[in-house]
């Protein structure tokens, strides 16, 4: 791996491979009576989330904690740039205490970028506006892997808020590196302007027919409406777009049988995805949040120890 994870696209198929293996083993940790590795004893981390969240900030708390590191977390709320200080000085005022690495999530696009140029310590992108969410999209294939073996050939069905979704964005990168075969569905106004050039480069597909998607899928991936990233009127209404584009009780049968049911939550139930749906037998979303801790362990382990110790 690279210095940073900044993006889905930093990854060859040789770095997830090499991920996947050591979160496999990370994953044994959660069973284990004491859960810990000294792996990363000694080092800090600082989780500087300027927007909120429950599954992220939580999974890359435990993962450092897991591995003996010093975890410490800082809110937007929580930091002087709600006093007026910039995030360049903000951020460089952390790193200057001797931080090892800086997990970071933001409202604006490319501020994990920008904050990768300013300081020596290892960034995480924890997601940053609408552009990509990494460690999601890897913890999302992972999960998958588990269920179907290799991606290559796969067909994954991505569905929702393709707009403001940087799970959508990463999960196309990392799961075209992987072989996989992606189909993406929104309806027109939530379908990003000039997607269909970048499917066109990326090779992925687009439609805004769910139902002629589903009995071909793999897995389907249900996106979260985020109505509090929009301004106007992107449809009707709420149950408009369940008829539209929610995973429902009757599309459920329209799935294979055992095919894996994905969100990266928090779900909005009945808007996007029925109880049914989020319910059922083949759905992994709660082991997607038990992958996100494995995953992110590898993360945190391959950026900060790498070769020098033993994931065990």
């Not at 050591?22 to 940790?29: D, K, L």
């Not at 990168?173 to 189909?183: C, K, N, P, R």
């Not at 929009?230 to 149950?239: L, N, Q």
Request: hydrophobic letters at 40%; one cysteine or more.
């Amino acid at each position: 791996m690279k210095k940073h994870l900044l993006s889905a696209a930093d990854l060859s198929r040789d770095d997830i491979g090499e991920l996947f293996a050591t979160a496999a083993q990370m994953h044994e940790v959660q069973h284990r009576e004491v859960k810990k590795l000294p792996a990363l004893r000694g080092r800090t981390i600082i989780n500087l989330f300027f927007e909120d969240s429950t599954r992220t900030r939580s999974s890359f708390e435990i993962a450092g904690k897991w591995l003996s590191a010093d975890t410490i977390n800082i809110t937007g709320k929580g930091s002087s740039t709600s006093k007026g200080e910039s995030l360049r000085d903000t951020v460089m005022t952390i790193c200057a205490m001797g931080v090892d690495a800086l997990v970071m999530r933001h409202s604006a696009s490319g501020a994990a970028q920008q904050v990768s140029e300013w300081v020596d310590a290892c960034v995480v992108n924890a997601g940053d506006g609408t552009h990509e969410h990494p460690s999601q999209a890897l913890l999302d294939a992972y999960t998958l892997q588990r269920h179907l073996g290799e991606l290559e050939g796969k067909h994954v069905v991505i569905v929702g808020d393709l707009t403001h979704s940087r799970v959508f964005r990463s999960n196309v990168i990392l799961l075209g590196t992987l072989g996989a075969q992606v189909s993406v569905v929104a309806p027109p106004t939530l379908m990003p302007s000039g997607v269909e050039s970048w499917a066109k480069d990326a090779g992925f597909a687009t439609s805004h027919e769910l139902d002629a998607l589903l009995p071909s899928a793999d897995a389907v991936m249900m996106l979260r409406v985020q109505k509090e990233r929009m301004s106007g009127g992107y449809f009707p209404s709420p149950r408009e777009y369940t008829i539209g584009y929610g995973l429902t009780r009757d599309r459920l049968k329209l799935l294979g049988e055992g095919v894996p049911i994905c969100h990266p939550g928090p779900m909005n139930r009945g808007l996007e995805i029925a109880a049914d749906a989020a319910d059922a037998a083949s759905s992994v979303i709660l082991e997607q949040v038990s992958s996100g801790v494995a995953v992110r362990m590898a993360i945190l382990y391959h950026l900060l120890a790498g070769s020098e110790g033993s994931a065990s």
